[in-house]
């Protein structure tokens, strides 16, 4: 079990981190503008559910094999890349999703908690925090490895649950009268879409960390 003071600590370093707009923030954002608060909550769910994915890769030593072969790294960081880049082509591309915020119709609440759990399974900075920053604040002397990794991704997950629900909130409030505006909603799409696209490219070009074997 980690010691308080390290999960103290630890706890800031992930408020920090889960403040940072990345894919997920960006997402639930976008969904919670466009399709309202109901909407962003299945979103948030789904996010954190992948989050829960990422936790248990870890706590069974994934992380340690992702950060001693390059290859597995670079598999991960270029699937999560490419996942990235399609939600961007696929924002531009799509007119369905503009017509159905314009007429307020909302969407299926299974399908975006679906959605949510991907972009946070394949979400390269989540990933990298928990295979590179995460194993930082493991102490082998105070017990198993994987349990106190399991204790940090619930701490994350409790933190993100809070601070991502904030997020939703805040943009499923303000989406009513954002969606009053179609020249707003159309401009979001190619700033959503473009954001995406540009943060999968980021994640492609992060240099693949040498195998330590």
């Known amino acids: 079990m980690p010691s308080l003071s390290t999960l103290v600590l630890y706890a800031g370093a992930a408020v920090l981190i889960l403040l940072v707009p990345g894919p997920a923030v960006l997402y639930i954002v976008s969904q919670g503008v466009r399709h309202g608060r109901r909407a962003a909550v299945p979103v948030v769910l789904g996010i954190h559910t992948g989050t829960l994915v990422q936790v248990a890769a ?18 991960v960081k270029y699937v999560g890349a490419a996942y990235l880049i399609y939600l961007g082509i696929r924002r531009l591309l799509s007119r369905s999703e503009l017509e159905m915020a314009e007429a307020g119709v909302a969407r299926s609440a299974a399908r975006m908690f679906g959605e949510g759990i991907l ?19 493991v102490d082998p002397a105070r017990g198993a490895v994987a349990g106190q990794v399991a204790v940090f991704g619930v701490v994350f997950v409790l933190i993100g649950l809070c601070t991502d629900g904030s997020f939703a909130l805040l943009a499923g409030t303000v989406g009513p009268w954002l969606r009053g505006s179609t020249r707003f909603l159309r401009g979001e799409r190619y700033v959503v879409g473009g954001t995406f696209i540009g943060l999968g490219i980021v994640a492609a070009l992060t240099p693949v960390r040498r195998s330590h074997s």
């Open 58 to 75: 870890c706590a069974a030593g994934l992380s340690w094999l992702l950060l001693s072969s390059s290859l597995a790294f670079a598999v």
């Open 119 to 137: 972009v946070n399974i394949l979400n390269p900075k989540l990933a990298l925090f928990f295979l590179a920053f995460l194993p930082q604040f």
